[in-house]
Each structure stands twice: as structure tokens, then as C-alpha cells.
T-cell receptor
Framework: DTGVSQDPRHKITKRGQNVTFRCDPI?????LYWYRQTLGQGPEFLTY????????KSRLLSDRFSAERPKGSFSTLEIQRTEQGDSAMYLC????????????FGPGTRLTVT | SQQGEEDPQALSIQEGENATMNCSYK?????LQWYRQNSGRGLVHLIL?????REKHSGRLRVTLDTSKKSSSLLITASRAADTASYFC???????????FGAGTRLTVKP
């Protein structure tokens, strides 16, 4: 247990539905990252927050994806109008600072879109 | 897009043997990190090596970095069955913001 929690751990949804995932980082960490991981691949960067500010978004993050981190604490990742290609593990990580610091990963939310 | 590429994609060894995994990347970096992921779980940080360092040790782990060749290696000595996992390298592409991971090496240590 790294101290980063994610909820839910598993989500099965039908194509076209909206889903929202939550990540609770380690409390003193001001950086929070979202990644997507498909089977047999490494995590792909989606977006990150410095406190409550979303500072960078990957091209992978289409208009159907939105992330928030109100008050710089927990974060949510919402996917609207889900597609089968969205099926993946969504990982959240937090760190004390930029890339010179290690990232602590949560257990992930596995999304299956049917 | 992914930055690093691990080699080999899969590695199977006997308990007690050493395991070596390699990582190549494309752009200048500030640092390189190695992570481990057990099946279906989140990633766990193993070691960080900065661009001005050439070698680093942590317990049974030894990491080298060759910035001229844009490559790194992770050596696990005296492997154990519990070392069975996927191992990923991650680099920061010199922008100090986000990490780019490779596709990983799947290590199996047979008891």
C-alpha cells in the first residue's frame, strides 16, 4: 500500500455511458498524475496537476476526458460517452514535486467498456 | 507517446540467477527511474538515477546510465521468485514535468 487510493477498483460500463474515477493522493504531495495502461504496455501519461492547477494534458486526452483536482486534494477523471477503446487500467500517482521525485502509484481502476 | 523501450520484452530465469534488463530512450533527460509492477497492481518505485550519475545501487539492484548511448540497464542479483513482475523504465524527456514509460520487461523467476 503506497498511500494512494483509487476508487472504484473495477468499473464495467456500457458504451456511451459516462464514468468517473477518483484518486486520493498522499496528503502532502502537491503533484498528481493520471496515466492509462493497456495490457502489455507501460503507463501512458494523460495529465498532471500541480496543486489544483492542471498544467499539462496529453494528446491522448480527447475532449471526452476531463480531470479536476479541486482544492488541490483528491482528483477525479471523467470519461464521457465511453468507447470500447477506453477499456484500460487508469492509474493515478502522486509525488512531492517534479520528475526528480519518485511517484507513488495507486492500485488503479480497471475500466471495461462493453 | 512512450519514450523508453525495454529489452528484452520477456525474461525467464531460475531463482538465484541474475537478471539484466535494458532500457533505451530517445531524447535528453534529467533523470531515469525504474519501477516494478506486479500483475494487476500499481507500480512501485525502485530507483532513480540522475543524468550526471553513471551507476547506482540499492540492495540487490544495480542501475547504470549511459547518456551518450541513451540507455540504462537494471541488474537484479540473486533473483527470487518474489522478483517476478514487470519492470519499467521511465524518463522525463528533459521537461521535468511528466514521466514517459516504456513497454516493460516481463521477468519470471522460477523457484
Amino acid at each position: 500500500d503506497t498511500g494512494v487510493s483509487q476508487d472504484p477498483r473495477h468499473k464495467i460500463t456500457k458504451r456511451g455511458q459516462n464514468v468517473t474515477f477518483r484518486c486520493d493522493p498522499i496528503s502532502e504531495h502537491n503533484r498528481l498524475y493520471w496515466y492509462r495502461q493497456t495490457l502489455g504496455q507501460g503507463p501512458e501519461f494523460l495529465t498532471y496537476f500541480q496543486n489544483e492547477a492542471q498544467l499539462e494534458k496529453s494528446r491522448l486526452l480527447s475532449d471526452r476526458f476531463s480531470a479536476e483536482r479541486p482544492k488541490g486534494s483528491f482528483s477525479t477523471l471523467e470519461i464521457q460517452r465511453t468507447e470500447q477503446g477506453d477499456s484500460a487500467m487508469y492509474l493515478c500517482a502522486s509525488s512531492k514535486g517534479p520528475s526528480t521525485y519518485e511517484q507513488y502509484f495507486g492500485p488503479g481502476t480497471r475500466l471495461t467498456v462493453t | 507517446s512512450q519514450q523508453g523501450e525495454e529489452d528484452p520484452q520477456a525474461l525467464s530465469i531460475q531463482e538465484g540467477e541474475n537478471a539484466t534488463m535494458n532500457c533505451s530512450y530517445k531524447t535528453s533527460i534529467n533523470n531515469l527511474q525504474w519501477y516494478r509492477q506486479n500483475s494487476g497492481r500499481g507500480l512501485v518505485h525502485l530507483i532513480l538515477i540522475r543524468s550526471n550519475e553513471r551507476e547506482k545501487h540499492s540492495g540487490r539492484l544495480r542501475v547504470t546510465l549511459d547518456t551518450s548511448k541513451k540507455s540504462s540497464s537494471l541488474l537484479i542479483t540473486a533473483s527470487r521468485a518474489a522478483d517476478t513482475a514487470s519492470y519499467f523504465c521511465a524518463t522525463d524527456e528533459y521537461n521535468n514535468n511528466d514521466m514517459r514509460f516504456g513497454a516493460g520487461t516481463r521477468l519470471t523467476v522460477k523457484p
